[in-house]
């Protein structure tokens, strides 16, 4: 365990479902992160949030909405989602938003958009 | 914009081998370097942070080079083990960002 707890693993969902992914960590930090994994790609950066204040925005579309409510959880909202969409969506943490700072990452959620 | 090239995609190596995994970087004006492993359907494990005044890591059988000047970093792993099958990404950290920029990684698989 790193210290970074995602639910769900696996969610599949319609392009019309509302859904939410959960990110929890455990290690006292004071930034999280969530970024996209798809197959053969680069991971992605989407948002950065830092004393629970978003500090970056990566020309995610607007139909991805973070929730950062206090310093150990972080939410990623869906809703409308297309196919493209599907992926490995990580979540991360670090003592702070710097420059040295090492990432702490959950398992991630397998996100598969039918 | 920075681009991270990680060749080979994939590598097999018997058991007991010495191995070296190369990136490259196209800006070499970064803050630092890691290497992570990531494990099927995992998240990603931080292995080595390298910072730009450094040359080099080591942790245990792994060690990582960095040369920024050519934009190139090397993960050499040491004894190979069945466990050590991963897949392993690099990553920089360009000054002045948030980000990480990752490459796609190399699937490594240790033949026992």
């Known amino acids: 365990e790193t210290g970074v707890t995602q639910t769900p693993r696996h969610l599949v969902m319609g392009m019309t479902n509302k859904k939410s992914l959960k990110c929890e960590q455990h290690l006292g930090h004071n930034a999280m992160y969530w970024y996209k994994q798809s197959a053969k790609k680069p991971l992605e950066l989407m948002f950065v949030?830092?004393?629970?204040?978003?500090?970056e925005n990566n020309s995610v579309p607007s139909r991805f909405s973070p929730e950062c409510p206090n310093s150990s959880h972080l939410f990623l909202h869906l809703h409308t989602l297309q196919p493209e969409d599907s992926a490995l969506y990580l979540c991360?943490?670090?003592?702070?938003?710097?420059?040295?700072?090492?990432?702490?990452f959950g398992s991630g959620t397998q996100l598969s958009v039918l | 914009k920075q681009e991270v090239t990680q060749i080979p995609a994939a590598l097999s190596v018997p058991e007991g081998e010495n191995l070296v995994l190369n990136c490259s970087f196209t800006d070499s004006a970064i803050y630092n370097l890691q290497w992570f492993r990531q494990d099927p359907g995992k998240g990603l494990t931080s292995l080595l942070l390298?910072?730009?005044?450094?040359r080099e890591q080591t942790s245990g059988r792994l060690n990582a080079s960095l040369d920024k000047s050519s934009g190139r970093s090397t993960l050499y792993i040491a004894a190979s083990q069945p466990g050590d099958s991963a897949t392993y990404l690099c990553a920089v950290r360009g000054t002045g960002a948030n980000n990480l920029f990752f490459g796609t990684g190399t699937r490594l698989t240790v033949i026992p």
């Open positions: 390298i910072q730009s005044s450094q």
């Open positions: 949030y830092s004393l629970e204040e978003r500090v």
């Open positions: 991360a943490s670090s003592q702070v938003a710097g420059l040295g700072e090492k990432l702490f």
